[in-house]
């Protein structure tokens, strides 16, 4: 009999969902991608945005094109999922699966520190990056503060790249000598789940480029006003541009449907992504999965897209009945812009144990090379 797939949210995860299992899946089974955007945005390339080395337009593609053929596009806001019946309410209209895929991301939530939004400028949306960009355009030097104002985030590396982004560019604009840049993060270090080898690495490459690290600084207080933050350990600090990650939270539809647990986001096996729910599964930024070092699996796209590979292979098993079954491994790795037209490169095993292991090489010609070449590949995958 012919099954149908719900796969709800058409960035990194439910797109790689979408195509391994259509390739996987004969076509009398129906997959079903629900997503509220008209397109797929290459997040990493937010950053050469901020920077104006790259247009919305250019990191962006229509969904349409990159879903792929056979698999039915449905878009529109998802207001309630019942994971028991495997069925969605889809702007009123419900849906229902015998299977069931969330990758539905985080949500942004600047709202969450009053006068944030309203202080600076985020690098994690378009909206934002473009208007950092033009902000950065008329800025002629002073102060310029990067913050995380939450000490966990997607791409844990980004905040880290901006800064070094950020002084690059004020060098290309002849500014830098006239610019004081200083990094607030709200964790205790540079990418902490990779270990403390990487974490010295990163905060190196940082603080070689003249820039000003300050790490547990966690923001309590914003003035737009007077350009002034206010730290939770009493340091207050003034700004002439700010540039920050907003805190970050489950979706509204996942916390609203009780699908959050204690983490306050979505628990899944850590090999499966199988959820507590029969045939319902859950991956990407929307999970948190827990490690043996106490800090959980950071949320970010190579970690969502090979999760999705192993769900959509399990899932084609669990529908035809055909293969052995997948479990997923933990290994990631990222490219780190440092400027100059160079990248660092980590990669490692996130479930090792009892800590993760993971290396670092130093920046290098090729390792910015390869980043510019995933955005290609993912911007041209599906066409
Ligand atoms: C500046 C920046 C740099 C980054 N750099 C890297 C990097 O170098 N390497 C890396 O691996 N990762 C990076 N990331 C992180 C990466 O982009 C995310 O981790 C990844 O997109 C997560 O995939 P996902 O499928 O879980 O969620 P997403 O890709 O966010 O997809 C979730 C989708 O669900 C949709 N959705 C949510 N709620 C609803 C609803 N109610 N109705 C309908 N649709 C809904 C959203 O519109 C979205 O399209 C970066 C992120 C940022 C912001």
Request: charged share 25%; with cysteine; aromatic share 8%.
């Amino acid at each position: 009999m012919a099954s149908t797939t719900l796969v709800l949210g058409g960035g990194v995860g439910g797109l790689v969902v979408a195509r391994c299992l259509r390739r996987a899946l004969p076509h009398p089974h129906r997959i079903v991608l629900v997503e509220r955007r008209a397109s797929f945005l290459f997040e990493p390339s937010l950053l050469w945005l901020m920077t104006g080395d790259r247009t919305v337009e250019g990191i962006s593609r229509p969904l349409p094109r990159l879903v792929p053929k056979g698999v039915e596009l449905v878009r529109g806001e998802i207001e309630r999922i019942e994971p028991e019946k495997r069925r969605v309410v889809v702007e009123g209209s419900a849906l229902e699966g015998d299977h069931l895929v969330i990758a539905l991301g985080a949500e942004l939530a600047a709202d969450q520190l009053p006068g944030l939004a309203e202080g600076g400028h985020d690098f994690y949306t378009p909206a934002g990056a473009a208007g950092l960009r033009d902000a950065l355009s008329a800025f002629t030097g002073g102060r310029l503060v990067v913050m995380t104002a939450a000490p966990a985030y997607k791409c844990p590396g980004a905040p880290y790249e901006a800064a070094m982004l950020l002084e690059w560019y004020c060098r290309r604009r002849g500014i830098r000598d006239r610019t004081e840049i200083t990094l607030y993060a709200a964790e205790p270090g540079p990418m902490g789940t990779a270990g403390p080898e990487v974490s010295r690495g990163v905060r190196q490459m940082v603080e070689s480029k003249g820039i000003a690290y300050h790490p547990e600084h966690q923001v309590v207080g914003v003035d737009p006003a007077e350009r002034r933050l206010r730290f939770a350990n009493g340091v207050e600090a003034g700004y002439d541009l700010l540039a920050f990650v907003p805190p970050h939270r489950a979706p509204r539809v996942v916390r609203e449907s009780g699908l959050a647990a204690e983490s306050g986001w979505m628990a899944a096996d850590r090999r499966t992504f199988e959820t507590v729910h029969p045939r319902v599964y859950a991956l990407g930024d929307v999970v948190s999965v827990p490690l043996a070092m106490g800090k959980p699996l950071p949320k970010a796209g190579v970690f969502a897209e090979r999760q999705a590979q192993v769900v959509a292979h399990n899932l084609a098993r669990e529908i035809t009945g055909r293969g052995s079954p997948a479990s997923y491994d933990g290994v990631g790795e990222c490219f780190l812009e440092t400027g100059e037209g160079r990248a660092g490169f980590g990669k490692g095993d996130f479930y090792a144990e009892p800590a993760p292991r993971v290396g670092l090489h130093p920046p290098a010609r090729r390792w910015h090379a390869a980043k510019v070449l995933l955005e290609r590949m993912w911007l041209r995958r599906w066409i």
